[in-house]
């Protein structure tokens, strides 16, 4: 692959999520303010906020380290979009796919936390460390148990590490899902993902009636925008890429019909998004490690070795 | 009118600084977000952070220690960001203006964009304030 294809996919995966990535969170908002019994926001919501905050003056707070504070949004930027146009590259052409994307797409997928992370604690104010340290045992808390509901998929297309093969397995032998352990496994994955994006119950990072946005309280104009719009991409990313594990609904080559079906899949991963969010309250640190480690792992595991029997 | 003037007045983010107030216009603001008013309709959203917010509503007749915190505040918004002084506590101190622990009104200390009256101003009565700020800007641009 020249540079040039290399540019392209990157910035075809880079736009495609961040228009899907809009869309979501305006759904998000929709949904949440019609569960509230209100209108919400127009369609055009978010590229009014992008724009608007891009288009405004950011500010360095006194005693930041100025070059790590104004570079983490890119990095959590760059890694989404990166991961976006590796997952579009292997919907189109499975075959070409090298061997390990999986795993890359894991890694790349922790870095728009770590780039809060550092962001975080670089702006040098307590109320933003304290949700940087959130954030690190959030990801202590659900990397465990979303690694191990990954591998089984992994386990079930014939011990694979390319997200090509397990995608065309699925075409052929049908859906991780459509198995006891893939079932338990996608709803882990599901839980997981909430706390990935963020989302009530898992929001403690950013906590906006506790500590005021927590990482992002220095944030403002077009750094704040970047951080918006990595969190968006990744409600597109994220959810797409369990599609890709666990239903394989992406198979367009065989008929035109499974965009739509993909589409429809991807509305109701964020409807369910949506709606955890807007029926729980938020729950501790110690909470969330106690849920992750002591129930979820374990659920987890045993997913795992059903896979392993062949269920 | 350029995108990003459009878009500044579709998203205008909210923070409400509350300087020794008496908690009325406060709760009429947080009627604004309810499903009777729900200006999200608009873009308006109340956020955490200062350094988020397009506009700062200011409630209370502001005593000696909130003035401090107040011009603090206020500095650390991101430009644009308009003041909106709400209620008659923060237009004109009211009937503290003669108190002991007062010291100058709202407009001495900082910019004030939009003053919107009332002992609580009504939360139509807001949201006529803000469109007419709106207005008024996009006015003085066209010039």
């Known amino acids: ?311 | 009118m350029s995108l990003k003037i459009k878009a500044l007045t579709k998203s205008i983010w909210v923070f409400h600084l509350a300087a020794s107030p008496c908690n009325n216009c406060d709760i009429e603001i947080l009627d604004l977000l309810t499903p009777r008013y729900d200006v999200e309709r608009f873009g308006i959203q109340l956020v955490g952070s200062v350094r988020h917010a397009d506009a700062i509503l200011v409630t209370g007749s502001m005593n000696r220690k909130a003035r401090q915190r107040l011009k603090r505040v206020i500095a650390q918004a991101a430009k644009p960001c308009f003041v909106i002084a709400i209620g008659n506590c923060s237009c004109s101190m009211e009937m503290f203006a003669n108190s002991y622990n007062q010291m100058e009104c709202l407009d001495n200390v900082s910019e004030v964009h939009a003053y919107i009256a009332g002992c609580p101003p009504k939360p139509e009565a807001m949201i006529q304030g803000v469109v007419a700020l709106i207005q008024a800007q996009l006015a003085a641009l066209k010039k």
């Open chain 1, 1 to 311: 692959m020249s540079i040039v294809q290399g540019i392209g996919y990157l910035v075809i995966g880079f736009l495609a999520a961040a228009i899907i990535g809009m869309f979501a969170h305006w759904f998000d908002r929709k949904i949440t303010a019609r569960v509230q019994w209100r209108v919400g926001p127009p369609f055009f919501q978010p590229v009014y906020d992008l724009v608007k905050l891009l288009a405004k003056e950011v500010i360095v707070p006194e005693g930041a380290s100025r070059f790590l504070f104004l570079s983490a949004p890119l990095f959590g930027l760059a890694a989404v979009s990166v991961v976006s146009a590796l997952l579009i590259r292997t919907v189109i052409f499975p075959q070409q796919t090298f061997l390990g994307d999986l795993i890359v797409v894991i890694y790349l997928l922790t870095i728009p936390s770590q780039a809060v992370i550092l962001g975080a604690f670089a702006s040098a104010n307590p109320l933003a460390s304290l949700g940087g340290s959130r954030e690190m045992k959030l990801i202590l808390s659900y990397e465990l148990p979303f690694v191990l509901a990954i591998l089984v998929p992994v386990i079930k297309a014939g011990e694979t590490i390319k997200l090509g093969v397990i995608l065309q397995h699925q075409a052929t032998e049908g859906a991780v899902i459509a198995s006891i352990s893939g079932v338990i496994a996608f709803v882990i994955s599901l839980i997981c993902m909430q706390a990935k994006l963020a989302k009530v119950p898992f929001d403690v990072p950013e906590a906006e009636t506790e500590i005021m946005g927590g990482a992002y309280i220095e944030y403002s104009g077009a750094a704040l925008g970047l951080f918006k719009l990595t969190q968006w991409m990744m409600m597109f990313v994220v959810p797409f890429f369990l599609m890709m594990l666990f239903i394989g609904a992406v198979n367009w080559r065989q008929s035109w019909l499974n965009i739509v079906w993909a589409a429809l899949i991807y509305i109701g991963i964020l409807l369910f998004i949506t709606l955890v969010r807007n029926t729980n309250p938020r729950l501790r640190i110690d909470q969330i490690m106690k849920f992750f480690w002591a129930k979820i792992t374990p659920i987890a595991i045993v997913a795992v070795i059903l896979a392993f029997l062949g269920l």
